[in-house]
């Protein structure tokens, strides 16, 4: 595995590939890398001949400059993890290597990003459209490889590859889980023992909703059931538990009308922000 600081060696490394007709795929990471990250690798790995992964923690798409901070770091780590899972290269650049001026574009993503996500994290998709963008440009993969985890964050990317014509397949890894439920993050390294405890309840409430959902029962109803099961923990605080499209994250009063249809939710232990999703036919 080679690990890669410039956008020069990059090009250099992954034009190699490219003139041996070899198809790239590309996993991009803000690190602190778990199984679900993982995942994303062995997907990549069986659909493509060469594997970039990038790590890289965003500035511009926090807009909490404490959550920034404290982002966790595990570089050694997670350089040694992927060179076991048999990735090529790993792109790791350096603040400057890709803001070499601050970008004073800003994209509109319309409706989606008026809501949950983007209703509360202000900024948030624009950081991410400009880094995707960036990375997309450097890189140049076939494929690109993306969580579910991160549901709203997927419609972002995937209209800001139909709209600037980006020529890479977006492709969609579902959510990896702990045995308890809890969709793995980065951000659970933060949690103490005792959040990490109260922590699953997140992935209860949503398929608790799935389960009331699909039996027929009024959303608004089970959405109070939800918000009384977080009054019980009060170490617990639910930010937003909606009912959306995963096509344009239309809110939605029923499962009437649309089959892409999923629960998002963010939640606070602490000063920590989990989200979570689960769709409701799959
Ligand atoms: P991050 O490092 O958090 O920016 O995530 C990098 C990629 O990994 C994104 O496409 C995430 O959606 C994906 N990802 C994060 N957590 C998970 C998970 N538990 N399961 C599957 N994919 C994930």
Redesign the pocket.
């Known amino acids: 595995m080679k690990l890669l600081r410039t956008k020069q060696e990059v090009h250099h490394h992954l034009g190699i590939s490219r003139i041996n007709n070899t198809t790239i795929g590309f996993?991009?990471?803000?690190?602190?890398l778990?199984d679900?990250?993982l995942?994303?690798v062995k997907k990549a790995k069986e659909n493509s001949d060469v594997i970039i992964v990038s790590i890289f923690v965003n500035p511009t798409q926090f807009n909490n400059q404490k959550d920034f901070e404290n982002y966790p770091k595990t570089l050694n780590k997670d350089l040694d993890l992927l060179d076991k899972t048999g990735v090529d290269f790993v792109f790791v650049p350096s603040n400057q290597e890709i803001y070499s001026s601050v970008p004073s574009l800003v994209i509109d993503f319309g409706s989606i990003d008026k809501v949950l996500e983007g209703a509360f994290r202000p900024g948030h998709f624009n950081g991410v459209g400009i880094v995707v963008s960036k990375l997309l440009n450097i890189v140049k993969p076939h494929k690109t490889?993306?969580?579910?985890?991160?549901l709203q964050?997927v419609a972002i990317i995937k209209l800001l590859v139909e709209d600037l014509s980006f020529d890479t397949e977006i492709v969609i890894?579902?959510?990896?889980?702990e045995e308890d439920g809890l969709?793995?993050?980065?951000r659970n390294l933060r949690l103490d023992p005792e959040q990490r405890k109260i922590a699953p309840l997140i992935y209860k409430a949503l398929t608790f909703a799935k389960d009331e959902l699909l039996a027929g029962h009024n959303w608004f109803e089970i959405r109070q059931k939800v918000s009384v099961m977080y009054v019980h923990e009060p170490h617990l605080r639910l930010e937003y538990f909606e009912l959306i499209s995963s096509d344009n994250f239309e809110l939605q009063e029923s499962l009437k009308g649309t089959t892409n249809i999923a629960i998002c939710t963010a939640a606070y232990l602490g000063e920590i922000r989990l989200i979570d999703n689960i769709s409701i036919f799959d």
């Open positions: 996993v991009p990471t803000m690190g602190a778990h679900g990250h995942d994303l490889f993306f969580g579910q985890k991160d964050q890894i579902p959510t990896v889980r969709a793995m993050s980065s």
